[in-house]
């Protein structure tokens, strides 16, 4: 199993950033991908940014240029950074991971992010 915890979230005003970091309680290297969805009120949650193990990214459309998807192999921590902030991108972000020799998919509990004046 892993577990996944995420931090890093809160209230900015548009244009800001912050950056959200999720902590893996095993190798990020026996994780095939981690990544972040966002799930607003109403919505379904989407894809926000992946990271594969070898180091390939992708990204929502909405969320290219603006955010950006690293990881820390040395503290089993993926980050994302998000920059230009906009009310849409106000939800609840979720830390995703695929095992690599399970395939299995494992969540954080979420963190909040309001970006509101």
């Known amino acids: 199993q892993v577990q996944l915890v995420e931090s890093g979230g809160g209230l900015v005003q548009p244009g800001g950033s912050l950056r959200l970091s999720c902590a893996a309680s095993?190798?990020?290297?026996?994780?095939?991908?981690m990544g972040w969805y966002r799930q607003a009120p109403g919505t379904e949650r989407e894809l926000v940014a992946t990271?594969?193990?070898?180091?390939?990214?992708n990204y929502a459309g909405s969320v290219k240029g603006r955010f950006t998807i690293s990881r820390d192999n040395a503290k089993n921590t993926a980050y994302l950074q998000m920059n230009s902030l906009k009310p849409d991108d106000t939800a609840v972000y979720y830390c995703?991971?695929?095992?690599?020799?399970?395939?299995?998919?494992?969540w954080g509990l979420g963190t909040q992010v309001t970006v509101s004046s």
């Open positions: 995703y991971a695929r095992e690599l020799d399970t395939s299995a998919d494992y």
């Open positions: 095993k190798s990020i290297f026996s994780i095939r991908a």
């Open positions: 990271i594969a193990r070898g180091g390939s990214t």
